[in-house]
């Protein structure tokens, strides 16, 4: 019945786990499904193994309330389920590459033993930063990795009035919302100029807007200084020079590989201190493997070391690790992470696969974009909320290279196509006629990413010239607002005259046939049409990509 | 600013299309796009273009309230943004190739001319099937494909009690729960014993079980012979003698192409008559075009022709016959279409993409499958939901040939993401790695599409044998159910003994070494595992796919 005949794998041979978490944990419940003969220890620091990390804001908020849920394994349970032998409250010291031996302390009793392995695997994670700043150490400042921060984090909460949030990346934004939800004020300071650094800026206004509707006090290109003690909770001492009195910060401003075991063992490290992996996950010593927020893997979209703390590729990678363990060269080799993400922050969830072009730009890559708007379902069908969407590409052969959405609904279900369209290696011709799934209550007959790829190609085939901001007009364009005068009304677009589209053919002698015309609607989709029309009457005609939803003119 | 040199593609031509709706009204404004100078007509022979066929369901049962939201254009709008020359309540009746011109008839007057075009374009649609049966004519017995239609039925289930839907595929199943949530008893009728025959039978229980517990009745596996009419109501006879009587009886049992015109003017026809068309739409004369419901295009999966009738597909080939008219060769050239589709139920979706099991044996294909289920997001945040899976795979080379899925939520996504995996021509390997956007709300660390490619390989290479349903368990096997005994007194599952999972181990003596042993659990995971427990033991074991949730001895 199978379609190859059943080998057996069993080897008896002892592995070594050292982090009982998303790597860790994965590593081991595949080990054992590959071994029954083998002998399988993991070591975890701390108290809880296989606990859901991602879910620790969502317990502080209340919305997860029972605490017992983010425990999804238990040593008692994965003894029972997988015969594994975990200890727990045991720290890994040191290794011997030599020996073949850890050295392990239980944190209890402090007493340290040598374990012997035949391979090993790390998985310790990645810690919060904590920069040496004057205060840091003062009582009040918490980061958040594992389910003790939570319950001080959730303790301290219960008492404060004012949160400061230094950081707004996913973890940071999460934690805005859930203390928004908890009745708290809170302030959110973030080194660079948005939030959401991971994405590119016209990609996370929406968030801002939703985050500043919601009551959170965006401090937005300041970084943090020091902290004080005052009589009644803390100072936070901003890079500015601002001042922000609050009763407790949370330092959610990145992540750092917790490399000290392997660099004390001699193994490769990368440039930002990851450990190097190969394909399957094995460092520089063949018996001994790195996998999750500690590892770095080959970035399969344009290639290079790569290292990408999310939850996903640590549990596939711990996989990987165990198949190349047991199966060897057999094992199908991990292809490298491509980041794919979301959060949610509110009303609004925002999200990024690939490559933003903030990074396209540092890598040197000459790269195309475009940003469409169109509603997540049928417009005509009940709930049907807008979705904004930006694809990259790369302009030699049109390859998809990155994408990003934002909107109320249906951001997971496009990042995931387009994650899946990166791994096909499709271009963004191909994205075009993707036929994804129309029913009036999922989808439109044209999916945004349909869309995208049109506009893409209306691009890439110069049927359509783009302007990405008005500041970037082609010199002396007259700007065209191609809206409604309702719309106009509402919020005008500086410095443009307004011709509704409708009208545009018989007002074609109002605009100044030596002049390149920019025009520019509400989503970009207009601006296309009407620049279509202005083209084929021999004007040098622009249209503004994505509208005055992501003008930087008209945001700010 | 543009990627090349922007070309000038107007051409002074005569387009004339004939169907106003998806593929029509898609291919006309394109072609405006592409061209301010040409003469764009759009011959309609209903009052309506531009309208959501797909919504009709919806304002028939009060979701969409506003009609007017169905027309998404009106011959007015195509005029001002357009300058479509739209010719509603106008037919074509014939086609004169040597003479390039087109018989149309005013509907309303009779008046009769002749239509020159340099290039045509058909876009005709499909009609709802209505086989020659006694009584079919009768009063009281309705198809839906337009406003018209739409308009009558739900002026006449103001009126009824009880309305019979022949026929249970997407179009039934939408009206089937749109009437239950108007009041109404509904008996369905299915000629084939499972609701969407497009789907696999063991994708469609869930669905089934959903229509039965909102009170439709259910009549599968019997076809309508007739009907009668009766003092009140009408009376439907069905093929097993059984006889229905209703107020109102909703005929849709498919559609078939409008191919009259196509075939009088001697243009090539598939074989269920479709009319034939190249990559670029183009039909066997190459100044005419057909797209949509009509034409038939190539399967891109394992080619050879295939006529899928769906919106996607018909807005997305009246936009490439549009190209190819004013680019030539330059244009893109439609993929081919692999029938994405989807319908919600009441709570449950269910859809798939690309090839069944079911067409897949007819077209003789040696392929592989699973069945997963997991939760739709993290499961440990709240409204966590299941969601069942199938994916089928070509056992020569891995390559993914189709998927389904139901569940309550994130079912869309999920065929997506296979939809394009598909495009991408994606190997079942290649799945296990789709990094897609994980945060508690929207996803799992291991997507179920995950879960869905580990499951495939683990059995694509023999690591565990499959079994798919209990009747087909190698001959003298003992079935283990290895579900918590607390399940097994709920629902058990016939003929097999229970052996916890997590007593297995320990009570490897109870079994027979020497016959077969299938294990089965509740959604197909811990049957798997423990299938791996037996196989490392000596046995000759195998593991039901998919458990108790589609296993057809426990679902019935
Ligand atoms: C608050 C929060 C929210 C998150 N949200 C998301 C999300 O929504 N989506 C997403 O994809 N990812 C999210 N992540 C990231 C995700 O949790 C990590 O990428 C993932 O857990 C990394 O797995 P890992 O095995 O590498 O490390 P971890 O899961 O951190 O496990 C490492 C373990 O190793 C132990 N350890 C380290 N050194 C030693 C030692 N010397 N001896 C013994 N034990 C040791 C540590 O105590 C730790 O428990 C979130 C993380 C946090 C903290
Ligand atoms: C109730 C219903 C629900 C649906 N739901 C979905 C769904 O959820 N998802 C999905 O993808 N698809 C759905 N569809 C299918 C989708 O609507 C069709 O695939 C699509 O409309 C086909 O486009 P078309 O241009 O080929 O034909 P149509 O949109 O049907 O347009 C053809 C037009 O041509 C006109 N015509 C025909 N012959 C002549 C002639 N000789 N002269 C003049 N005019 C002529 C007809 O009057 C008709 O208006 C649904 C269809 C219906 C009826
Ligand atoms: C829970 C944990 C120990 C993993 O254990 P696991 O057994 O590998 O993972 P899962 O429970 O998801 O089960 C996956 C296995 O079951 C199989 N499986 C799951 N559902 C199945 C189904 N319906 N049918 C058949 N097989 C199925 C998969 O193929 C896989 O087996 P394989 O790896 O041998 O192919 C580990 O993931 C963990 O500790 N997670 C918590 C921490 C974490 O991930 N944090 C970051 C995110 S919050
Ligand atoms: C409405 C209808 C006339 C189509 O008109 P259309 O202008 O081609 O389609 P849309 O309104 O979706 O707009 C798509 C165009 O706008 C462009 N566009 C859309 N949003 C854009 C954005 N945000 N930025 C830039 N361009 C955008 C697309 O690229 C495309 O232009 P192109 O084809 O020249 O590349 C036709 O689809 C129709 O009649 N639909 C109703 C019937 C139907 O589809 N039924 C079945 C489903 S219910």
């Known amino acids: ?29 595949r080990a054992r499904r590959l071994s029954e003969d083998a002998e399988i220890i993991v070591i975890e620091r701390g108290p809880d193994v296989s606990f859901a990390n991602c879910g620790l804001p969502y317990h502080i908020g209340g919305e997860i309330q029972d605490r017992g849920k983010l425990a999804l394994q238990t040593p008692a349970t994965l003894k029972s389920m997988l015969r594994l032998d975990v200890r727990n409250l045991t720290e890994a010291l040191d290794i011997d590459r030599e020996a073949h031996t850890v050295r392990i302390r239980n944190v209890e009793t402090g007493v340290e033993e040598d374990l012997a392995y035949d391979k090993l695997i790390l998985s310790p994670g990645a810690s919060p930063l904590t920069p040496p700043l004057p ?3 003062l009582p009040g400042i918490y980061t958040l990795r594992n389910l003790q921060d939570m319950d001080q984090i959730k303790e301290a909460a219960a008492e404060a009035r004012h949160v400061a949030i230094i950081g707004a990346g996913f973890i940071g934004l999460e934690m805005a919302e859930q203390l928004i939800h908890l009745g708290k004020e809170v302030a959110l300071v973030e080194l660079v100029d948005q939030v959401l650094p991971q994405m590119d800026k016209d990609m996370v206004q929406a968030v801002e807007e939703d985050l500043r509707e919601h009551g959170v006090e965006l401090i937005l290109g300041d970084g943090i200084d020091g902290f004080e003690k005052m009589s009644d909770g803390l100072r936070a001492k901003l890079k500015s ?17 917790e490399n000290a075991l392997a660099k004390a063992a001699g193994l490769e490290l990368g440039a930002r201190g990851h450990i190097v992996a190969n394909a399957w996950m094995q460092t520089t010593d063949p018996d001994i493997y790195a996998v999750g927020d500690a590892s770095q893997t080959t970035d399969p979209i344009l290639g290079g070391p790569t290292a990408i703390a999310l939850g996903g590729p640590a549990n596939r990678q711990g996989r990987t690790a165990a198949d190349h363990i047991f199966l060897g060269d057999k094992a199908q080799p991990y292809p490298g992470s491509i980041g794919t993400s979301i959060v949610r922050v509110f009303d609004v969830a925002a999200g990024v696969t690939g490559f933003t072009e903030k990074r396209l730009r540092q890598a040197g890559v000459d790269f195309g974009k475009t940003v469409v708007s169109d509603f997540d379902h049928a417009s005509y069908y009940p709930g049907a909320t807008h979705l904004t969407l930006k694809i990259l590409w790369d302009k030699a052969d049109g390859r998809l290279l990155g994408g990003q959405a934002f909107g109320a609904n249906g ?11 990166i791994k096909g290696k499709l271009t963004v011709e191909e994205l075009e006629h993707l036929e994804l799934a129309y029913a009036p209550p999922f989808g439109s007959a044209k999916d945004p990413v349909n869309i995208a790829g049109f506009s893409a190609n209306n691009i890439r085939s110069g049927f359509v010239q783009p302007v990405y901001s008005l500041a970037e ?34 007002r074609l002698g109002e605009l100044d046939p030596a002049r390149p015309v920019v025009t520019i609607c509400a989503l970009g989709k207009t601006s296309y049409f009407a620049a279509r029309v202005l083209a084929q009457r021999g004007f040098d005609a622009f249209a503004h990509v994505g509208g005055a ?3 930087p003119s008209v945001q700010q």
């Open 135 to 137: 205060g840091i150490e």
């Open 241 to 257: 020079g601002q001042k922000l009195e609050t009763d407790m910060v949370i330092l959610s401003i990145g992540v750092r590989p």
């Open 549 to 551: 939803k992501v003008e």
């Open 473 to 506: 007009s082609p010199a002396n364009a007259q700007v065209v607002d191609v809206r409604p005068p309702e719309m106009v009304a509402l919020k005008a677009i500086p410095g443009a005259i307004n011709i509704p589209y409708p009208q545009l053919r018989d």
């Open 411 to 421: 951001v997971d279900k496009r990042l995931d196509v387009l994650a899946t369209a």
């Open 1 to 29: 019945m199978s379609e190859k005949a059943q080998p057996t794998y069993a080897k008896k041979l002892r592995l070594v786990v050292i982090g009982g978490v998303a790597g860790g944990a994965s590593a081991a419940a």
